[in-house]
C-alpha cells in the first residue's frame, strides 16, 4: 500500500470508529489515558454517584457565596 492509500485508510478507518460508532471495523485510538482505567463501573452506579458528588459540589460553592 503506498503513503496515501495508507493515510487514507487511517483517516476512514478513524472516522468509521469515530462517527459512525463502527468500533469493530474502524480503527479506534488511545493513548496514555487507557492505562488509567483499573475499573469497569456500570453507568447504573456511575450516574447517582455522579449526581450526588455535583450537588454536594454545588451546596459547598452556594454556601460560600455571601
Known amino acids: 500500500m503506498d503513503p496515501v492509500a495508507l493515510i ?13 460508532a463502527d468500533v469493530e471495523n474502524g480503527l479506534v485510538l488511545t493513548g496514555q489515558v487507557a492505562s488509567a482505567i483499573h475499573d469497569l463501573i456500570h453507568i447504573a452506579d456511575f450516574v447517582p454517584a ?5 450537588a454536594g459540589i454545588l451546596r459547598r460553592l452556594g454556601a460560600s457565596v455571601s
Open 8 to 20: 487514507r485508510w487511517k483517516i476512514e478507518s478513524m472516522q468509521r470508529a469515530q462517527v459512525d
Open 50 to 54: 455522579m449526581a450526588a458528588e455535583a
